[in-house]
C-alpha cells in the first residue's frame, strides 16, 4: 500500500471515528439529557423518531465505513508492525470497532428494538424512559 494511499485511509478513518464520537457525545450529554425533561416520559416517543430517522445512508456510510476502513488498516498495520504509528493505528481501530460498533450492536440496537415496541399511549412511559436511558447512556 502506498504512503498517500494510506494516509488518506487514516484521515478519513479519523475523521468518520471523529464524526461517530461527536454523534456519542451530543447524544448522551445533550440528547438524552433533553428528552429527561420532556414531560410524561416523552422521550420516548421522541427517542423512537430518532432511531427511525438516523437509519439513512449517510449515517450508515459513516458508521459502516469507518468500520470497514478500520479493519482494512488493522489487517494491513498487523502485517507491517515496523511501520510508524503501527500500534497507534492499531489501538485506534480496535477502539473504534469495539467501541462503536460491538457496542452498539450488542447493547444499543436491542435497547432500540425494545423501545420501538413501546406504544405510545403506554401508562408506563416514565419507567420505560428510564428503563432505557439508563443503559443505553453507560
Known amino acids: 500500500m502506498t504512503t498517500r494511499l494510506l494516509t488518506i485511509l487514516l484521515i478519513v478513518a479519523?475523521?468518520?471515528?471523529?464524526?461517530?464520537?461527536g454523534l456519542f457525545f451530543v447524544f448522551s450529554n445533550v440528547i438524552m439529557s433533553a428528552f429527561d425533561r420532556l414531560p410524561a416520559g416523552g422521550g420516548v416517543p421522541a427517542m423512537q423518531r430518532i432511531n427511525e430517522v438516523i437509519l439513512n445512508p449517510v449515517f450508515f456510510l459513516v458508521f459502516f465505513g469507518t468500520a470497514v476502513l478500520c479493519v482494512v488498516l488493522l489487517v494491513f498495520y498487523l502485517t507491517h508492525l515496523d511501520k510508524p504509528g503501527a500500534w497507534i493505528a492499531c489501538a485506534g481501530a480496535v477502539i473504534y470497532l469495539l467501541g462503536s460498533i460491538?457496542?452498539?450492536?450488542?447493547?444499543?440496537?436491542?435497547?432500540?428494538?425494545k423501545l420501538a415496541a413501546v406504544p405510545a399511549t403506554a401508562s408506563d412511559l416514565v419507567a420505560q424512559w428510564q428503563a432505557y436511558r439508563v443503559p443505553w447512556t453507560q
Open 102 to 113: 460491538v457496542v452498539t450492536m450488542i447493547c444499543n440496537v436491542p435497547l432500540n428494538n
Open 14 to 21: 479519523s475523521v468518520g471515528a471523529g464524526l461517530m464520537g
